[in-house]
């Protein structure tokens, strides 16, 4: 798949064309991005994703704190996994925002040759949403483009949407985003030292790195796996202020115990971690031993689970 940093950084022709921020690239994304990739691949034209960074929402509105479903490489290595053939990643700043829909679509006609346009029944683009439907169906009458409607997903009632998957994940339903995804939820990042607590107990712990930004599941303890030097562990997380010790924590941690690694150390290795379910919530124990009898039923709980 080809990635451009910019639109103005491509040249392509007859591209068939979906835009919008893919955040997660659920099972909704998943749905558009076949159908004009089987149909533009018929007509030996390529299929073209354009996103967002950062996300509209985040110039609009402001900063944003637990948000985003996905990094920038993460998504792009969904999106190449479905067949598209290019992803331009455009900046999103004020000047954009305050674009014209005619000037943008102009834009995607000089560098795309767009000859299909493919969107969602609510989608609209340019300064106040101005390029809504039946605008951008002109422009393409005028340019010499169609406009192609793809219905929204639902499942059990309600339409699969990076906000509705937000929402599942800050309330540690991780089963039910796992549903709308397509895949388990998933953190990356790098590997860094800790307190060692999980070490001094026999229940030595990876702590993550994970970007301010990144959507976080609830506090409480997990079953999931890991992916670490291109191998994957079985492994229990707990995200939490760790309420049993002294030394409470004023925000919560990521980490995870590999099971059955016997590996060395690994600060600085990029981690993984996919969440299959909830475990339950982060609790304040008595002390070290009632801790220590609840993660190994933790442990045993976790095995049953990913076992099927």
């Not at 034209?45 to 354009?50: E, F, G, H, Q």
């Not at 029944?121 to 393409?140: I, Y």
């Not at 994940?169 to 709308?180: C, F, N, P, S």
Request: net charge negative; proline share 4%; hydrophobic share 45%.
């Amino acid at each position: 798949m080809q990635q451009f940093s910019a639109l103005q950084d491509s040249q392509l022709q007859a591209a068939w064309l979906t835009i919008g921020a893919f955040d997660g690239v659920h099972l909704g994304h998943q749905t558009i991005l076949k159908e004009i990739t089987a149909g533009a691949h018929a007509e030996g034209s390529p299929a073209v994703v354009l996103s967002f960074n950062p996300h509209p929402i985040e110039v609009l509105r402001g900063p944003l704190e637990s948000f985003y479903l996905s990094s920038l490489q993460e998504k792009a290595k969904w999106i190449a996994d479905l067949g598209v053939d290019a992803l331009i990643t455009q900046p999103f700043d004020q000047q954009l925002a305050e674009t014209s829909a005619r000037d943008f679509v102009l834009k995607l006609k000089e560098h795309l040759d767009l000859k299909q346009l493919w969107v969602g029944e609510d989608f609209a683009l340019g300064h106040n949403r101005e390029g809504d439907l039946p605008t951008l169906r002109a422009f393409g009458d005028e340019l010499g483009f169609e406009v192609n409607i793809v219905r929204a997903v639902e499942m059990d009632g309600d339409v699969v949407s990076s906000s509705r998957i937000r929402k599942l994940v800050a309330e540690g339903e991780l089963a039910a985003a796992k549903a709308l995804l397509g895949r388990p939820y998933t953190l990356t990042g790098k590997v860094i030292r800790g307190e060692g607590r999980g070490a001094s107990i026999g229940i030595p712990t990876a702590n993550l790195d994970v970007w301010a930004k990144r959507a976080v599941p609830a506090e409480g303890v997990y079953a999931g796996w890991a992916e670490l030097q291109g191998k994957r562990w079985t492994a229990v997380t707990n995200i939490g202020v760790r309420p049993t010790f002294e030394d409470k924590l004023l925000a919560p941690v990521v980490e995870s115990h590999l099971l059955d690694y016997d590996g060395g150390e690994f600060y600085g290795e990029d981690l993984g971690l996919d969440f299959v379910a909830r475990l339950r919530a982060e609790q304040r124990f008595s002390g070290v031993d009632e801790l220590l009898a609840q993660i190994q039923k933790d442990i045993q709980r976790a095995r049953e689970l990913l076992a099927d």
